[in-house]
């Protein structure tokens, strides 16, 4: 069974910073793409990052861009998001969701529960 | 900035089909993706590339594109399919990116 399980969320100053991390077990998680979505409490997705099997490439929503940073360590079954200069509206529920390719960024397949994210002074 | 445009709201009576509409104009070179979230939880995929069905989806959903408009359609729909329907698809104007729909409510009733 595919589990993906999202940590690192928490309250956070505007313009500091947070790391989150999502685990991956059930499938081989080097094969495939990742992605970090986002959900702000009663409304829609937003695609915030995503990361191609191998670390080739990396893609970025504008609203980020410059700001956050997504890595995997693949021998540790490991994808990770860094934010930087946090701002209010980056305030959301952030999720970690497996992609099913893994050269380039086609759909996502699984999903986690999400770890939420709370900028605020 | 690549969009995507949903309805923000349908609504069908029990049994009726439900026909869930995505206009960009990337999709005539890309995919469209269907999730479909519950209040509460996590999305679920419900169709990828355009009209393919996840193991485990009931048969009465299905999904077509033709131009620049995506449909999920849901046959027979049944209080259990209430909740937002996004739909997604990469940005085609730009290697790596994606984009959602702003989403559709879908009530039954």
């Known amino acids: 069974e595919v589990q993906l399980v999202e940590s690192g969320g928490n309250l956070v100053q505007p313009g500091r910073s947070l790391r989150l991390s999502c685990t991956a077990s059930g499938f081989t998680f080097g094969n495939f793409a990742m992605h970090w979505v986002r959900q702000v409490p009663g409304k829609g997705l937003e695609w915030v990052a995503g990361i191609t099997w191998k670390s080739g490439s990396t893609g970025y929503a504008d609203s980020v861009k410059g700001r956050f940073t997504i890595s995997r360590d693949n021998a540790k079954n490991s994808l990770h998001l860094q934010m930087n200069s946090l701002r209010v509206e980056d305030t959301a529920l952030y999720y970690c969701a497996k992609d099913g390719s893994g050269y380039d960024f086609d759909y996502f397949d699984q999903w986690g529960q999400g770890t939420l994210v709370t900028v605020s002074s | 900035s690549y969009e995507l445009t949903q309805p923000p709201s349908v609504s069908v009576s029990p049994g009726q089909t439900a026909r869930i509409t995505c206009s960009g104009d990337?999709?005539?070179?890309?995919?469209a993706h269907w999730y479909q979230q519950k209040s509460g939880q996590a999305p679920v995929l419900v169709i990828f590339e355009d009209s393919r069905r996840p193991s485990g989806i009931p048969e009465r959903f299905s999904g077509s594109s033709s131009g620049t408009m995506a449909t999920l359609i849901i046959s027979g729909a049944q209080a259990e399919d209430e909740g937002d329907y996004y739909c997604?698809?990469?940005?085609?104007?730009?290697?790596?990116?994606?984009?959602f729909g702003g989403g559709t409510k879908l009530t039954v009733l």
């Open positions: 990337g999709l005539p070179k890309k995919f």
């Open positions: 997604y698809s990469a940005d085609s104007t730009t290697n790596h990116k994606g984009v």
